[in-house]
């Protein structure tokens, strides 16, 4: 801001003799109402500049002193005369002072005494319909002011006006503002969300307390399923752990669980979903269970999870012992081609079998029935460990020899 003051103050005026004798000859000379220690710093000599702009350079200067020092009140008083410079008709100096009017205008207002927010408002309200190249910032910085000073609403409503304008081809600095605006407004649509389901949480809750478990149950089921409101995970969450807490049927328990599988099949509720399916008598419930395994096991928080491996070997050997093994094919066409890098490289396997003998096994089993025998991770496995579990390595590479998929495909 320091060089566009320099500008404006500057001891020439850039402008043309030819600006410079249509602007005195089209209106008389505007003088400011200055206190006389302002006046008497004026170079009363220089020809080159009208009364006016000799005033407006003198009360800039006097503006950014007192700013300087933290005399807001005076800053304040001569902002206000200040604001006739937008009247030079030169576009330059329009568009320059309207940005230094804006910069200045706003420290001053969030630190002068007897300022409120309306001042703010009713400023940012002229420095937008002034300078259209600075609306977007304009529009940012008083979003910002107002979160600051938690007029969320005010401030929602603020983003929302300036995602929505539109004013010629945007440059890229605008671009860039427009998608700033456009964080702030999904972030105070996250705040009003978090606000309104920890309102909703309470109400269940406390209704739950009163014995009004009926009501409680109403308004968690409005809540996860309401068409006119976007899919919410933490909905069916709170509906389940309600529904659980009551000793309600896993059929209904599953129903929850499956919606939630959908929304986000990583969550970590999916080992309760994947052992109320087992739990279920069903055959297309163990197969969905296998299923919500491989799943979990797509997402890299759970890449090294123990139990789910474990659960993964047995299942597995489980749907082969059933003569299941098109299940487990059925998830392994859709994976063939990026689990192998994802979970069973040769760096993998030695990292596995250091951290952990037994875990490396199992998912060494795993890779041979979905590889055979041949693939990297189960024969480093095997080398690894044949010196120390020689009888334990023998009868795995042996289960993975009449079992994996390449058995199944050749037969």
């Known amino acids: 801001m320091d060089d566009e003051v320099a500008e404006l103050t500057s001891e020439r005026d850039h402008s043309t003799d030819e600006e410079r004798i249509w602007i005195s000859s089209c209106r008389p000379e505007i003088r400011l109402h200055l206190p006389t220690s302002v006046l008497q710093f004026q170079n009363v000599k220089d020809g080159k500049q009208t009364g006016f702009q000799r005033t407006a350079k003198t009360c800039l200067s006097r503006i950014h002193q007192a700013m ?28 320059s002072a309207s940005k230094v009017i804006w910069r200045m205008g706003t420290a001053i ?21 002034i300078g259209v190249t600075h609306y977007l910032k304009v529009c940012l910085e008083h979003a910002i002011h107002l979160l600051c000073n938690g ?8 983003l929302s006006l300036a995602e929505t304008w539109r004013y010629g081809e945007k440059s890229a600095s ?3 503002l427009l998608k700033l605006i456009q964080g702030y407004r999904a972030l105070l649509d996250y705040y009003t969300w978090v606000k309104k389901n920890s309102a909703l949480q309470e109400r269940a809750n406390l209704l739950d307390f009163y014995d009004g478990f009926e009501e409680a149950l109403k308004v968690l089921n409005n809540y996860a399923y309401d068409s006119r409101f976007p899919p919410n995970p933490n909905a069916h969450v709170y509906l389940y752990e309600f529904l659980k807490r009551h000793g309600t049927s896993s059929k209904k328990l599953i129903r929850v669980l499956r919606v939630l599988y959908q929304l986000v099949p990583s969550h970590e509720l999916m080992l309760e979903f994947n052992s109320l399916l087992l739990e279920s008598k069903k055959k297309k419930h163990h197969k969905e269970a296998l299923g919500v395994l491989f799943c979990l096991l797509d997402f890299p928080t759970w890449k090294e999870n123990y139990s789910t491996w474990k659960c993964l070997m047995k299942q597995m050997k489980k749907a082969i012992t059933e003569a299941h093994s098109d299940w487990i094919k059925e998830q392994w066409e859709s994976r063939q081609d990026w689990w192998p890098a994802f979970h069973f490289s040769e760096y993998r396997a030695h990292k596995n079998f250091e951290e952990n003998e037994n875990y490396a096994c199992r998912k060494a089993v795993i890779a041979g029935i979905l590889m055979g025998k041949g693939c990297k991770y189960f024969i480093t496995i095997y080398r690894l460990g044949r010196k120390v579990q020689k009888a ?6 042996q289960y993975v020899k009449d079992h994996s998929l390449l058995q199944l495909s050749e037969c």
């Open 151 to 158: 007029k969320m609403d005010e401030a929602y409503r603020e």
């Open 392 to 397: 334990k390595l023998k009868k795995m590479r």
């Open 109 to 129: 207002l969030q630190h002068h005494p007897n300022s409120c927010i309306e001042d703010i408002n009713s400023f940012a309200g002229k420095m937008k319909n």
């Open 174 to 176: 605008e671009q860039k």
């Open 68 to 95: 300087f020092h933290h005399q807001w009140q005076m800053a304040g008083e001569l902002m206000t005369n200040y604001f006739q410079i937008l009247e030079d008709n030169t576009t330059r100096k329009q568009g």
